[in-house]
């Protein structure tokens, strides 16, 4: 089993920057891959982006490429989402979640997940 923690949400103007962590515990053989999910108000989650701890691959949707930076900190066993250029499209709930290998930007498998942090971006 697997826990995953995040935190690092909170309230930016347009154009500011976040950090969000993940922090991860417990071992789930043959979980290699961690993503970020967001779901705004009335809308679909949606995935983010995803990186392959395995050879530190990432991959982003394309909204957010340029501006999102996944990364992992092995020794912390912490996942991070620096976002830059913050928009009010950005907003909402980011989840991170583990599974066996990324497809794309979305992690494949998403067996365990964090309860989510809130973005808030003001125009």
């Known amino acids: 089993q697997l826990q995953l923690v995040e935190s690092g949400g909170g309230l930016v103007h347009s154009g500011g920057s976040l950090r969000l962590s993940c922090a991860v515990s417990g071992v789930t053989p043959g979980y290699h891959a961690i993503g970020w999910f967001r779901q705004a108000p009335g809308k679909e989650r949606e995935g983010v982006s995803c990186i392959d701890h395995r050879d530190g691959t990432t991959n982003y949707r394309g909204s957010v490429r340029g501006r999102f930076t996944a990364s992992t900190d092995t020794a912390k066993r912490t996942d991070y989402l620096q976002m830059i250029n913050l928009k009010p499209e950005d907003a909402g709930v980011y989840y991170c979640?583990?599974?066996?290998?990324?497809?794309?930007?979305?992690?494949?498998?998403?067996?365990?997940w964090g309860q989510g942090t809130q973005v808030t971006v003001s125009s």
């Open positions: 979640a583990a599974g066996p290998e990324c497809r794309g930007w979305v992690v494949a498998g998403q067996d365990f």
